[in-house]
């Protein structure tokens, strides 16, 4: 058979982030990214022991079933997440069957919202917000992170961990990535001073709150009942098996 009578079908995906925060001249700008199905060899990468030992498996995958020409590393983190949602339908089918204190459950992926994205004073292509501190009345700016600087705090804390093993600063790495400038002073040392020196922890955990609370991402959350008639909120649990509920390793 010739290689012209095979052909991938594709769907195209919404981003929850609209495309809104990627400069004009990024693809991501479109607001849609285009995918592939996923075949048998993407379920080589499910596998791919190496992949699955440094923690890259699903990065691994949702780049060989992206089919626009995009930086993988521009994406923000709610954009990924869409993606990896619309890449385990692609795959196995809308049904997710997991395990949550000793009982099964059943949730239908295609159903999951996304959280409603406040666009209101935004400008096309720069993803950054201001932000009150609650009680220290700091003004400060910060960004929603991407792909890219998750690998960049990744690197930073292997190299704290070599100097320090038991030294666990992935919350304060995190919060000197995303804030952007405290009081106009937007230099990296100022913000990290602040981080490490002047950011009450009541402040740290209201803007963790705040961005949660409003940046564009997909509700992975899901309701179960509990047998005294109460429901409770869980985080859809992520893992290897989300994409191959078969697969062994």
Same mark, same amino acid.
């Not at 196995?92 to 949730?107: A, N, P």
């Not at 609650?134 to 930073?156: A, F, M, Q, V």
């Given at each position: ?13 919404? $981003?929850?982030?609209?495309? $809104? ?7 991501? &700008?479109?607001?849609?990214? !285009? ?13 791919? /022991? ?17 089919? &626009? ?25 809308? #049904?997710?069957?997991? @395990? ?9 992926? &295609? ?12 400008? /096309? ?12 009345? @700091? ?6 992170? @991407? ?6 705090? !990744?690197?930073? $804390? ?6 320090? %093993? ?20 937007? #230099?990296?040392?100022?913000?990290? !001073?602040?981080?490490?020196?002047? $950011? ?8 963790? !709150?705040?961005?949660?609370? @409003? /940046? ?11 047998? #005294?008639?109460?429901? %409770? ?17």
């Amino acid at each position: 058979m010739s290689e012209s009578k095979f052909k991938f079908p594709t769907e195209v995906i919404d $981003l929850p982030s609209k495309g $809104l925060l990627y400069p004009k001249d990024n693809p991501l &700008s479109s607001g849609k990214i !285009e995918m592939k199905y996923m075949t048998a060899r993407e379920e080589d990468i499910l596998t791919n /022991q190496n992949y699955i030992k440094n923690g890259t498996v699903i990065d691994e995958l949702l780049k060989a079933l992206i089919i &626009s020409k995009i930086n993988y590393n521009d994406l923000i983190t709610g954009d990924k997440n869409a993606i990896m949602i619309a890449a385990r339908v692609l795959g196995y089918g809308k #049904d997710y069957t997991f @395990t949550y204190d000793e009982e099964e459950h059943v949730v239908d992926l &295609s159903s999951l919202n996304t959280d409603e994205f406040n666009t209101d004073g935004i400008k /096309q292509g720069i993803n950054e917000f201001n932000f009150t501190l609650p009680n220290s009345k @700091t003004e400060i700016t910060y960004k929603l992170l @991407t792909h890219g600087d998750d690998r960049k705090i !990744e690197s930073e $804390l292997k190299g704290l961990k070599r100097i320090n %093993k038991k030294a666990s600063p992935e919350l304060s790495t995190r919060l000197k990535h995303m804030i952007t400038s405290v009081d106009g002073e937007a #230099d990296t040392k100022t913000v990290r !001073e602040f981080v490490d020196n002047y $950011l009450l922890a009541m402040d740290s955990r209201a803007l963790r !709150e705040h961005v949660r609370l @409003t /940046q564009p991402d997909v509700n992975l959350t899901f309701e179960i009942e509990r047998p #005294d008639g109460d429901v %409770k909120e869980i985080d859809i649990p992520i893992g290897l098996n989300f994409f191959w509920p078969d697969v062994k390793i």
